[in-house]
């Protein structure tokens, strides 16, 4: 199953905040930030534009195959699977099924890949999508008038592509454990040499923590993008890695996260995703970073977030993705502590979906059956061994950050980079990615100024967590939020950044990471149609941020 953990920042900054002390009035902004007020879901069948998600994002060129992702409102007495989805380009059927996909919110999806050839079809189309064409479903579809979406869809001349992306292809290279999968012309590609021994360390991680060697190579792809909190595992390894990554830098924890999902596979095929994510953090020490696995459970407590482990179980991908991961970490280190790993691994490879009627009813199964314990035993007995831990502000305080910090990420996503967000996002087998499909599909990303501008603020704010400075930390959060719930960089500090942005811009080189310290900034930058990062200095001089020479 997949799992998102974090990404990396392969060269990362340590802002500085300060107030910029030059006080010229700062010119006017045109922003050009949309507003996103989604449309209420009828109680019906029924789907609308914005449920329609295209692939490549956010731009289709021609000769690229489009995977259409469809995310339907589906009322709870309707099956997904009885949802016959009709796809249409231009009047003219394209495909047809079902909603017969799910993803980690548990929504039935209908998800159709690379499915339209574009091919000499530069130019604007109309694309219909028709739920329940022909009227099989009488209850829970009473309207038929909201069983269709249209969009204009734009595909593009090739012409106009980057240079970068006209020459994008899947290169890979060989070392002892694995089989590295990157696109030529992007960071991954320009750093491959240190990533063989990051990915080579990270995976003798796991195998020895399990005490599981791989049974295979395993095949690691690195791509230019973020995709949840960066990244996933199948039969696979789907890592992000890229400059300006936005979600998180801690290459070394997500590599051993994914290589653990592919690792336990070999012993336990049926263990469940709840349990599973809880030994993925255990075996990386630690979620995002090394952390104190059993404090830091602690202090999800204190701070009130604790969510009772058969509801967790039971229901594990929708609770808030940085308390779910920890307390299935703490609750699977406590039974490791307490009855070893041979122990405990004999347990997790027993417990499958079909034990019991609920998963939290198979996990109280088993731990009957190899710990004498029922499931409110073991927790009763684990909630007393957190409330001896000693007091630990510092990670307090460092946890309710990262919550934080997680959920105004997670808010960034759904408003700018909705395909990157982990609930809904598609997560494809990169095996077939390669063979039926475009490198674009892992690669290419949303780049207007509002995002690499929320982006080089969510990165400063992730540094200045992993560096202990969460008074900076939420400085930055403060200001992210007012430009999501406002939809405009009104914010002096968003506005600064906007502006760094901009000056970069203007002399021809994208910004994916910045250090602001009062007037000036530097910046991590790559040139139009380049990979290796330069370092630039923009000052605030006049009321206007420019180019240092």
């Known amino acids: ?14 802002p500085t905040l300060s107030a910029p002390t030059d006080t010229a009035t700062a010119p006017a902004l045109s922003t050009d930030v949309p507003t996103i007020t989604p449309t209420p879901y009828p109680l019906d069948l029924s789907i609308r534009p914005e449920d329609v ?21 589906v009322p709870d007495n309707v099956n997904p699977t009885d949802v016959t989805v009709h796809l249409l380009v231009n009047y003219q059927d394209v495909v047809s099924g079902t909603l017969n996909a ?13 499915a339209w050839d574009t091919s000499g079809a530069v130019g604007d189309h109309l694309v219909h999508i028709i739920l329940d064409r022909y009227d099989a479903i009488q209850i829970g579809d009473e309207n038929r008038d909201n069983n269709q979406a249209v969009l204009e869809v734009t595909v ?15 290169t890979t ?13 992007t960071a991954a590609e320009r750093d491959l040499n240190q990533l063989k021994v990051a990915v080579e360390t990270a995976v003798q991680q796991a195998a020895t923590r399990l005490g599981e ?6 095949d690691v792809y690195l791509i230019d993008r973020v995709i949840g909190q960066g990244g996933y595992a199948g039969y696979s390894v789907v890592v992000s890695y890229l400059d300006r990554s936005y979600a998180n830098n801690g290459f070394h924890q997500i590599m051993t996260h994914e290589a653990v999902h592919i690792l336990d596979r070999q012993f336990a095929p049926e263990r469940i995703n709840s349990l599973a994510e809880g030994v993925a953090v255990w075996a990386s020490d630690g979620h995002y970073k090394p952390e104190n696995i059993d404090r830091r459970a602690a202090a999800l407590v204190t701070i009130g977030q604790y969510v009772p482990l058969a509801q967790l179980f039971d229901n594990f991908y929708p609770v808030q993705h940085e308390i779910g991961y920890l307390e299935s970490a703490g609750f699977v280190k406590f039974l490791i502590d307490n009855y070893g790993w041979r122990r405990f691994r004999d347990f997790y490879s027993s417990v499958r979906a079909g034990d019991a009627a609920t998963l939290s009813g198979a996990v109280d199964l088993k731990l009957q059956q190899h710990f004498n314990l029922t499931l409110a035993e073991a927790e009763s007995q684990w909630l007393a061994f957190l409330a001896q831990q000693p007091p630990d502000p510092a990670t307090v305080t460092d946890l309710e950050t990262t919550v934080r910090f997680y959920n105004v990420m997670r808010h960034y996503q759904q408003l700018y980079d909705p395909t990157a967000y982990f609930l809904t996002a598609w997560l494809p087998h990169p095996e077939t990615l390669v063979r039926e499909g475009n490198p674009a ?21 992730d540094t200045a967590v992993r560096t202990g400075n969460y008074q900076q930390a939420n400085i930055l959060l403060d200001s992210i939020e007012r430009v999501l719930n406002s939809g405009e960089f009104l914010d002096p500090l968003a506005r600064n950044y906007l502006e760094v942005v901009r000056a970069a811009d203007r002399s021809g080189f994208e910004v994916q990471q910045v250090a602001l310290n009062g007037n000036r900034a530097v910046v991590k930058a790559t040139p139009a149609n380049g990979v290796n990062l330069v370092n630039l200095t923009i000052i605030l001089s006049g009321g206007n941020w420019i180019l240092s020479q």
């Open 1 to 14: 199953m997949p799992t998102a953990v974090a990404t990396v920042t392969a060269v990362p900054a340590t």
């Open 53 to 73: 998600r295209l692939y490549p994002v956010p731009d289709i060129y021609a000769g690229e195959k489009v995977t259409f992702q469809i995310l339907a409102h």
């Open 102 to 114: 799910s993803n980690l919110q548990g929504s039935g999806v209908g998800l159709f890949e690379w």
């Open 156 to 170: 593009q001349d090739p012409a106009a592509q980057s240079q970068p992306e006209r020459n994008a292809a899947w």
């Open 173 to 185: 290279a060989e070392i002892a454990c694995c089989v590295l999968h990157v696109v030529r012309g």
């Open 213 to 218: 060697q791989p049974a295979r190579k395993l």
């Open 441 to 461: 599909d892992l690669t290419r990303r949303p780049r207007a100024e509002v995002n690499v501008t929320l982006e080089v603020m969510l990165q400063a704010a």
